[in-house]
DNA sequence: ATCATTGCAAACACTTTGCATACGC
DNA sequence: GCGTATGCAAAGTGTTTGCAATGAT
């Protein structure tokens, strides 16, 4: 994905495509590793030397607005940012520290070992609002 | 529950049953809320006036460990834990903040509205090895 | 010239750590 | 008396906020 067409990606997503903003966008869709804002930060501070992670908060808040990212918050981790915002699980491992993308189709939630992923733990969380408050 | 069935009860788990763990155990038995750390904090302080937050923690740490209570860790929010240790899901309420058990045969997580919770995101995360490191 | 974006520094919330004191057997 | 539990204060981590400087049109 080159320069134009992120900008133009950006700009259907109703945001204004700074050089920052591209260049998080650019990493986010070539790694898929869901990164922090730290990995972010840490990955684009070399070519954009004067980088801030407050820029790079707010480039995130910014894209989970606007339904670019989605966040991912394991118990007790750094937030994680995911640019496949179709629908999915995920899977962290416990030893490297991975997150990885597990269709639907794959995964059968009462077992515990699909396609070589071990599964230790399984965490639903819904959120919504609740029958007092609707 | 009284203290000396929390006592026994903290014994079969291998925990030694001091004031401070009587307590919190019976907090966490008596109240079913998924209380944080705070929450604990707060509402046994007065009791306990010379309980710190310290010792929550601590104690918190000890009986997950020991598989007394489960963590809970929604995206951004402080843990909070679970005295139900058996597998169950949770919705949290995105107006008044309160987090409820929902059973595994209650939802359908394809669907969005069970039981009069409007679930508007779920999340499911799963910890373990990954192929890599198994 | 105006308005949005950026980025430093400080504040913040939650949690952990170091260490000295107190408690229980 | 010895080993564990407790609790204060400080440090640590991830994130947010206030505000001034910068950048784009």
Chains 1, 2 share one sequence.
């Not at 480039?59 to 981790?77: C, Q, S, W, Y």
């Not at 915002?85 to 962290?92: A, G």
């Not at 030893?95 to 071990?118: H, L, W």
């Amino acid at each position: 994905m080159n320069a134009s067409l992120i900008r133009q990606t950006l700009q259907e997503y109703d945001v204004k495509p700074s050089l920052s903003r591209i260049k998080i966008y650019d990493y986010l869709y070539n790694n898929r590793i869901h990164p922090s804002a730290e990995m972010i930060y840490k990955a684009l501070v070399d070519e954009l030397i004067t980088l801030s992670k407050t820029t790079v908060y707010n480039t995130m808040h910014l894209f989970a607005d606007k339904g670019i990212v989605r966040t991912i918050g394991f118990p007790n981790e750094e937030t994680r940012f995911d640019i496949n915002v179709t629908p999915h699980y995920h899977f962290k491992c416990r030893n490297c520290g991975n997150v990885y993308d597990i269709p639907y189709s794959k995964v059968d939630i009462e077992s515990s070992v699909r396609d070589g992923f071990d599964i230790e733990t399984v965490e639903v969380h819904m959120i919504g609002r609740c029958p007092k408050c609707s």
